[in-house]
């Protein structure tokens, strides 16, 4: 049986592989990562040293601390969207999670920009009307975890699948092959512990919709399986599609 050749784009030490881990394992998957944040920042990444596009059978985008616009102080983010833009010309599989649905967005020509209100913790996202039926079919609604202060434009040919009163675009899709999140649905308590202990010491976050780090401290595990539901289920559809 061929092996699922997953790739993740890892941008911050804190955010693992996510909840899906186990779940692509179970798809026979094999797993490598490029791990961005252990690169000096001024170091010169070469686009040739990412992974050869043939050899991905299905990206993943995870989340980070930097702004997609911050090329000075990341220059390889500018090599990352080279690369991503040459891996979605082939029409493969792709889920961006959070900065992984902002690159992606920004690597095809969308604006990536502040968000009027930072959103962090959980809140209800909603399917949003009209999704055409060959789209990623979602629930009305659902509790998510939110941790961002930026958004995206929705991609030129893209669709809009989910939204809330805070931050109209939370997850799109491009085709039948690529869907990008603005919200969480791969992370993990033990994840969620190290989101916390960075804005304790940070102190990033303020406003109406930033919820109490004392109360997400003490999130029940179900809260996570919403997410780790859907995320399981779009690693499904990008697949078969």
């Not at 997609?68 to 999670?97: F, H, M, S």
């Not at 968000?115 to 009305?140: D, R």
């Amino acid at each position: 049986m061929k092996k699922l050749k997953v790739h993740y784009f890892r941008h911050i030490a804190g955010e693992d592989f996510g909840a899906c881990y186990d779940y692509l394992k179970s798809l026979n998957a094999h797993i490598t990562a490029t791990e961005f944040y252990a690169l000096p920042k001024d170091f010169a990444l070469d686009i040739e040293a990412l992974p050869q596009v043939d050899d991905v059978d299905l990206l993943i985008i995870m989340g980070g601390e930097m702004s997609v616009n911050d090329e000075a102080n990341y220059p390889w983010l500018k090599i990352e969207k080279r690369w991503i833009r040459r891996y979605l010309a082939t029409e493969k599989p792709a889920i961006g999670l959070c900065l992984g649905g902002q690159l992606i967005a920004n690597a095809l020509g969308a604006n990536v920009y502040r968000n009027p209100m930072q959103e962090l913790g959980w809140t209800t996202v909603y399917k949003s009307t009209a999704t055409p039926e060959f789209c990623f079919q979602l629930p009305e609604k659902m509790r998510v975890m939110q941790w961002h202060s930026e958004t995206f434009d929705i991609p030129k040919g893209a669709v809009r699948l989910a939204e809330n009163e805070i931050c109209r675009n939370q997850l799109y899709q491009i085709g039948k092959n690529v869907l990008g999140f603005q919200f969480h649905p791969e992370i993990t308590p033990q994840s969620l512990g190290l989101f916390i202990e960075h804005e304790e010491d940070q102190q990033v976050f303020q406003g109406h919709y930033v919820q109490p780090l004392e109360s997400l401290k003490i999130s029940p595990k179900d809260d996570f399986m919403a997410g780790h539901q859907i995320l399981n289920q779009a690693i499904d559809y990008v697949l078969r599609h």
